[in-house]
Nanobody, 120 residues
């Protein structure tokens, strides 16, 4: 499993960001995928899950209505559109193979992460 995230940065509250993840080394088009995040001093948490063909997405209440996951299986790409960002969204964001339960089980399923900082 090889995953590389990009698109993080420093933004102001209310701004938007779009994260991207390119996947290789496994059958991406057959895999559920997740986005996770980890804030300083806290454990990792899931922020989105998407099924293998992108027809179903799931979000925790903390980001529901603000974050949207999508994928392009032809390009082995996973995306996370983040709108109305809040300071509490500040974290390192990881693309991960598997559903959230599988992904949180092992960091070997994660990319290297991309930093998102929301601050005025």
């Amino acid at each position: 499993v090889h995953l590389v995230e990009s698109g993080g940065g420093l933004v102001q509250p209310g701004d938007s960001l779009r994260l991207s993840c390119v996947a290789s080394g496994f059958a991406f088009g057959s895999a559920d995928m997740s986005w996770l995040r980890q804030a300083p001093g806290k454990g990792p948490e899931w922020v989105s899950a998407i099924n293998e063909d992108g027809s179903k997405t799931y979000y925790p209440d903390s980001v529901k209505g603000r974050f949207s996951a999508s994928r392009d299986n032809a390009k082995n790409m996973l995306y996370l559109q983040m709108d109305s960002l809040k300071p509490e969204d500040t974290a390192v964001y990881y693309c991960a193979a598997g559903d959230p339960t599988e992904a949180l089980r092992s960091e070997s399923y994660w990319g290297q992460g991309t930093q998102v900082t929301v601050s005025s």
